[in-house]
């Protein structure tokens, strides 16, 4: 049962969660308020979690999104906008930990992603098992085990309720994100060694690896990615709305250096000149760990070694390996992963469900923070120049209770201002007003309608809208992409 605190607000507003929940069939809102005892138990649940994705991005890369990833994730299924992780820190093993029990780190066990122990002095992972064997990894990797998780994940409790039957499988590119979700009566957690360039488990849930497995790691499937080229997909000026400059000024290594390796695009290598943990390493930190994963999706029997006809349902754990200089990657690999699983369990209603959570957040570096601000101030100087602004009964209600996106209300703001034009009306789309958020489409009327152009070359680029046209009439309506937001937005 989830803490009744989970949702509580907590002091820093970046340690948030989210959670999404759809099935992979079509479900009208009817069916899906219905009873539970009038449904049938989904044959699979997939638990897609996710490394520092901030509750912000589903706006700010929001078109980014294939339709069959996080897009129909938010169309078709629910997204809690205020759940909060109440521990600290959020590092990635005590995330994992309480999402599937619900309990605090003291109650977990996992306190951190690893910690000194009391009885050896030595330092120890929240998942590391000298106890246990290592398959298919390197000759002096220590194997891993949910041997220190202390309390019962709801894959254990659904394994438990069907006696057995029910299979729980996690997987990931890191050992404590595959084991922890999935729990301590998995039928079995699967993660990627840097040392030999495998899959790996061990022997806390068999004796050795399945034979698809092995099979899967005989064709070195890491190995095609070296001297892999890390490229751009888009065009250069899509980045600079989404994330700005590919090397700002504030990427410097410890000793304040401008660092010479940080544009695009980059090559995954090592200075061996062949395979070895130092590129496996590196590959951990790209997006093709993902692609990694994936390829064990299609060519292995992750989906097909749960039994579809089974009554008793089976729970998935993927997590993508997406770090704060990868999270664009989601989309591709969100609209990836759902349709996978139609192959095995077909399309019927109420066959797969999928979740989506973030196990910890990120905060923005410093500086990147400060350009924004300057950015932000742009709508602050234009009302503290003009104070009518806030007092006109025509514009002030545009400018307060969060009715206009910041951009919009910054436009508004800037030719309200001006003593050579004047705003005479104001109006949002009736469709995107009906959703109760700050509204991105806005129709203006003005005076003078050549001041609108003048005002939009004066803002930053971050703030000028995606579209400007002109309606019968003179009208201007200007629509913001959800993508193009100042970072805090």
């Known amino acids: 049962m989830l803490h009744k605190n989970l949702c509580r607000r907590v002091i820093n507003p970046c340690l948030t969660i989210i959670f999404l929940f759809a099935s992979i069939a079509p479900m009208a809102l009817a069916q899906r308020v219905q009873p539970a005892s009038k449904q049938a138990a989904p044959k699979l649940v997939l638990l897609i979690v996710v490394d520092q994705f901030r509750y912000d991005y589903l706006d700010r890369f929001g078109n ?10 938010l169309r078709d299924g629910g997204s809690w906008t205020d759940a909060n992780y109440d521990h600290v820190p959020t590092y990635t093993a005590p995330g994992h930990a309480t999402m599937m029990t619900g309990a605090w780190p003291a109650e ?10 009391r009885e050896t002095g030595k330092r120890v992972t929240s998942v590391s098992d000298t106890g246990a064997i290592l398959f298919g990894g390197g000759p002096t990797e220590v194997a891993s085990s949910p041997r220190r998780l202390m309390a019962s994940t709801l894959g254990d409790e659904l394994r438990l309720s069907t006696n057995g039957r029910s299979k729980v499988i996690g997987v990931s590119i890191k050992d404590r994100a595959a084991i922890l979700p999935a729990g301590r009566h998995a039928n079995a957690a699967y993660w990627f060694s840097s040392q030999s360039g495998s899959m790996v488990s061990s022997n806390y849930y068999f004796n050795q690896l399945p034979d698809w497995v092995q099979r899967f790691n005989a064709t070195r499937p890491a190995d095609k990615y070296f001297n892999a080229k890390w490229e751009r997909i888009l065009p250069e000026s899509e980045y600079l709305k989404y994330a700005g400059d590919d090397s700002p000024s504030w990427e410097t290594d410890s000793a304040g250096i401008k660092r010479t390796n940080t544009s695009f695009p980059h090559i995954v290598t090592s200075r061996s000149g062949k395979p070895d943990p130092a590129f496996y390493q590196a590959l951990d930190s790209t997006p093709f760990a993902n692609d990694l994963l994936l390829d064990g999706y299609t060519a292995t029997g992750v989906f097909t070694s749960v039994d579809s006809q089974d009554a008793a349902g089976s729970f998935l754990v993927t997590t993508p390996e ?6 664009k990657s989601l989309a591709d690999v969100a609209s990836r992963i759902a349709p996978l699983p139609v192959a095995s369990f077909g399309t019927g209603s109420g066959q797969v469900e999928i979740a989506l959570l973030v196990d910890g957040n990120a905060a923005s570096l410093p500086d990147r923070l400060a350009r924004d601000a300057n950015e932000r101030g742009t709508a602050d100087q234009a009302l503290l120049g003009n104070p009518r602004v806030l007092t006109d009964p025509a514009i002030r209600p545009w400018l307060t209770g969060g009715r206009l996106d910041l951009r919009a209300a910054t436009v508004v703001a800037l030719l309200a201002s001006r003593t050579d034009v004047h705003l005479t009306r104001v109006a949002l789309d009736r469709a995107e007003a009906a959703l109760a958020r700050p509204a991105r489409t806005l129709t203006l009327s003005m005076t003078d309608p050549a001041a609108l152009a003048a005002v939009l070359r004066a803002l930053p680029v971050t703030y000028a809208p995606a579209h400007v046209a002109t309606l019968p009439g003179g009208a ?11 970072e805090g937005l």
């Open 64 to 73: 980014l999104f294939g339709p069959s990833g996080i897009r129909r994730l």
């Open 108 to 117: 977990t066990g996992i306190v951190a992603n690893e910690w000194p122990d």
């Open 322 to 327: 997406i770090r704060d200089h990868t999270h």
């Open 476 to 486: 201007r309506q200007l629509t913001w992409s959800v993508g193009l937001a100042p």
